[in-house]
């Protein structure tokens, strides 16, 4: 496969030629990372709280030779162009309707997800809107069963409970470059082999004037997805899509037990354990990007062709 940090494909000794674009969905200027050769298959890959595209650097690395992906950033998150905070509605719901204008507006007819964190409720939401577009899953750590919820989100749900101004307040350090920084370290058994980039790039970008207040909006709803999960376990049960959970055991998040569950839903789903924390393609970028590409060449790439 590739070095985790050399952005050079072993398979074939050239780099991964990747391109940083834009796209207009609804009000959203969407920036995206795109690489691989575009008649291959498509692999859309959608990050989580506190990420970006970035966050999927290595895997792209690691995948362009044989798939065409397109890593969006989430609409408050990274370098995309979003309304401000009153003029959007700052919605999962919202999201997932932004990122299907994204894909229509690509011409995406078919893809496999990759989701993380946030961007499993937008990709599930993706899913039952278009069931027939998802050709198998990657889950890093993003949910679709409550006992996949850590202790973590006790806070959390009492701010769910009763939103009142209080309970709010009492989350005002979770959008924080502390904050931040602690969810990329917490779990990791070597904090050494975590690039200070992505959590400095995120802590930056959080201090954006009104984005505090939008991911406050967005823990909000987070709701939402906890209610759907119903809905999404039906998706999996009827369809049946080839998935493989890919998680780092020490999230403080999403329990193991989350990524356990789906075997009650999608018997032959494959679910692989790494010794780190929420962002675990920090860590474990190799041994992650080897078995989502045994993965998909499996089920979408050549080998499954044949």
Do not use: C
Not at 10 to 26: E, I
Not at 122 to 131: K, T
């Amino acid at each position: 496969m590739t070095s985790p940090h050399s952005g050079v494909s072993t398979v074939n000794n050239t780099p991964a030629q990747v391109h940083y674009r834009y796209k207009q969905a609804g009000d959203v200027n969407v920036f995206y990372r795109e690489a691989g050769d575009p008649a291959s298959p498509v692999l859309l890959m959608l990050h989580g709280f506190a990420g970006s595209s970035f966050m999927f650097r290595d895997l792209i690395a690691q995948l362009a030779d044989r798939y065409h992906l397109i890593a969006p950033d989430l609409p408050a998150f990274g370098f995309t162009e979003s309304p401000a905070r009153g003029d959007y509605a700052y919605t999962f719901d919202q999201l997932a309707e932004t990122i299907d204008q994204f894909t229509e507006a690509l011409g995406l007819d078919a893809y496999a997800l990759i989701v993380h964190d946030y961007g499993a409720p937008v990709g599930w939401r993706l899913a039952l809107a278009h069931p027939q577009r998802v050709t198998a899953i990657i889950s890093q750590n993003g949910n679709a069963y409550e006992e996949g919820l850590g202790e973590a989100w006790a806070p959390i749900q009492k701010y769910w409970a009763d939103p009142a101004p209080e309970n709010r307040s009492a989350l005002r350090d979770f959008p924080t470059p502390a904050s931040i920084k602690w969810q990329y370290l917490e779990g990791v058994t070597d904090p050494d082999l975590v690039s200070p980039d992505g959590y400095s790039l995120e802590g930056m970008q959080v201090l954006r004037p009104g984005n505090a207040e939008i991911q406050l909006d967005l823990l909000l709803d987070y709701a939402s997805n906890v209610r759907m999960y119903p809905q999404f376990q039906q998706y999996f049960r009827e369809y049946q899509p080839p998935l493989l959970a890919v998680w780092g055991k020490h999230d403080p998040f999403f329990m193991p037990a989350g990524a356990e569950a789906w075997k009650r839903d999608i018997p032959n789903a494959r679910i692989n354990f790494y010794e780190t924390g929420h962002f675990a393609l920090e860590t474990h970028a190799k041994e992650i990007g080897d078995d989502i590409r045994k993965f998909l060449d499996h089920h979408i790439g050549q080998a499954g062709k044949q």
